[in-house]
């Protein structure tokens, strides 16, 4: 005879009303599931990065690439002159794009080229080429020495508002706080990579063979493919407008030092957020070094790493957490004072573009089916700013007509009626005059020198000597 499921058995012996509630629980509970089928997903063959940048120094006039000067200082850095790899990571003035291409079946690297439309300015094509590589330093080409404490302390701010707000500013006393303070006060966020980089294995552009530059009215928008040993047939795809150079940062300033310092920009076409942050140096009466950190975040984030491409889930993070700026927003102010005994500060901003991602072919809607893509691109966007903290600029990003003090230039000046010569500014068509970006940013890095060295050098373990003092930069209303 057929017997009956133990819990069935069991439920006919209780009471009635309680074998119905557990019939009904029996009931209710759904059977295992079956396990998800998980697609197989390959890496495509071949991958192509291309991180797009505008850079800007609003306030000065529009020059070409310093790869051996301010690139240097600010992270594009290179000798030779032209274009170098690593400026769309800087922020040296003018359009840069870092190029990177990886094929699985050239591991070791291989060479290509990429057509590019007329509108770069740099048609047919670009390139690609393995990064050259140099023997790297290790701790035996060295002398050892042991690293004095450095004196001083670093002071952080942050947040938008013109008055300083409670519980502010967190300060690190290099005297008083534990060698691993040093490091965990300076942590903040900080983007994952995932773009171009030139490292064993890729092809990169520019390179030794192609430096030439952008010009400031270049366009990606159009047709690009990629060809090369290795490199799957048919790597053809299309930048549009969204994903072209974004435009310049329209950033002004207003206000002295030793007040709130008030800024504005113009809204960036196709930004997806903001973000702003400040530093400064100053010499305390013991002869150690003080530095101001202020960011816009409204957590104490001092954005070291944040003036940087981000995909779009960090923006989008962020921009909840409001460590970043809305694309709506264009105003915000730096508190009262914080940098009033500054001896050279700097002010940098950036707009984080879209980001486009392809691949081919597409995955396939089935599970089943395996994806294997041939190719994939990305193109990062973003706009940076630097400017020396204080400088009232006129719009544009050009030419300043007000000087640090943030008084207005006199009415007439710099026009063909004001024909006398000022004492204080070079002859027209001086060299010194057009190359206005280049003595800021001497006047940046000297002012920053001594400050910034002694106190993020003192956490490196490289303490930096006082640097001659530099020229400053003639007033931005001087005739051209």
């Known amino acids: 005879m057929k017997r009956s499921p133990p819990a069935l058995r069991s439920a006919s012996r209780l009471p009635t009303p309680l074998a119905l509630a557990v019939l009904a629980v029996l009931a209710a509970t759904p059977a295992a599931a079956p396990a998800q089928a998980q697609q197989v997903v390959k890496p495509p063959v071949a991958q192509l990065w291309m991180d797009v940048a505008t850079h800007v120094m609003p306030g000065m006039p529009a020059m070409p690439a310093m790869p051996g000067g301010m690139g240097g200082m600010f992270g594009g850095g290179g000798a030779g002159g032209g274009n170098v790899f690593g400026n769309a990571r800087g922020m040296t003035p003018g359009r840069y794009v870092d190029i990177a291409l990886h094929t699985q079946r050239k591991p070791a690297g291989t060479e290509g080229t990429q057509t590019v439309p007329q509108g770069t300015g740099l048609a047919p094509s670009l390139p690609l080429l393995p990064p050259r590589t140099e023997r790297s330093s290790t701790p035996g080409d060295r002398e050892p020495h042991e690293m004095e404490r450095p004196r001083g302390r670093i002071l952080l701010y942050w947040g938008c508002g013109e008055e300083v707000r409670p519980g502010q500013p967190r300060v690190l006393d290099f005297s008083k706080s534990k060698i691993e303070e040093w490091g965990t006060f300076m942590q903040g966020r900080a983007p994952r990579e995932r773009g171009a980089v030139a490292r064993a294995g890729n092809a990169v552009w520019p390179n030794d063979k192609d430096r030439r530059n952008f010009g400031t009215d270049a366009s990606l928008t159009g047709d690009h493919a990629v060809t090369g040993d290795g490199v799957p047939a048919g790597l053809k795809f299309a930048i549009a407008q969204a994903n072209d150079f974004m435009p310049a940062i329209d950033l002004a300033q207003e206000g002295a030092l030793t007040g709130a310092v008030r800024l504005s920009w113009s809204t960036v076409a196709n930004a997806q957020a903001y973000f702003l942050n400040a530093m400064s140096g100053s010499e305390s009466a013991d002869g150690g070094a003080e530095m101001v950190l202020w960011s816009s975040s409204e957590l104490p984030d001092p954005g070291m790493s944040l003036i940087d491409f981000a995909s779009p889930a960090n923006v989008a993070q962020w921009l909840k957490e409001r460590v970043l700026l809305a694309p709506t927003v264009t105003r915000c102010a730096i508190p009262k004072g914080i940098f009033a005994k500054a001896e050279g500060g700097m002010l940098r901003m950036i707009a984080y573009g879209p980001e486009l991602n392809l691949t081919h072919p597409p995955r396939p809607t089935d599970v089943k089916i395996p994806w294997e893509p041939e190719w994939a691109v990305r193109v990062r966007t973003k706009s940076t700013a630097m400017s020396m903290l204080g400088m009232e600029s006129m719009s544009g990003g050009g030419s300043g007509r007000r000087g640090r003090t943030g008084a207005a230039?006199?009415?007439?000046?710099?026009?063909?009626?004001?024909?006398?010569?000022?004492?204080?500014?070079?002859?027209?068509?001086?060299?010194?005059?057009?190359?206005?970006?280049?003595?800021?940013?001497?006047?940046?890095?000297?002012?920053?020198?001594?400050?910034?060295?002694?106190?993020?050098?003192?956490?490196l373990g490289a303490m930096g000597g006082k640097p001659e003092a530099p020229k400053a930069?003639?007033?931005?209303?001087?005739?051209?």
Request: charged share 10%; glycine share 24%.
């Open 473 to 480: 930069a003639p007033p931005g209303d001087c005739p051209r």
């Open 409 to 459: 230039a006199p009415a007439g000046a710099g026009s063909a009626t004001a024909a006398a010569p000022r004492p204080d500014c070079p002859p027209p068509g001086d060299p010194s005059a057009q190359a206005g970006a280049e003595v800021g940013g001497a006047a940046i890095g000297g002012g920053l020198g001594r400050t910034l060295g002694s106190a993020v050098g003192g956490l």
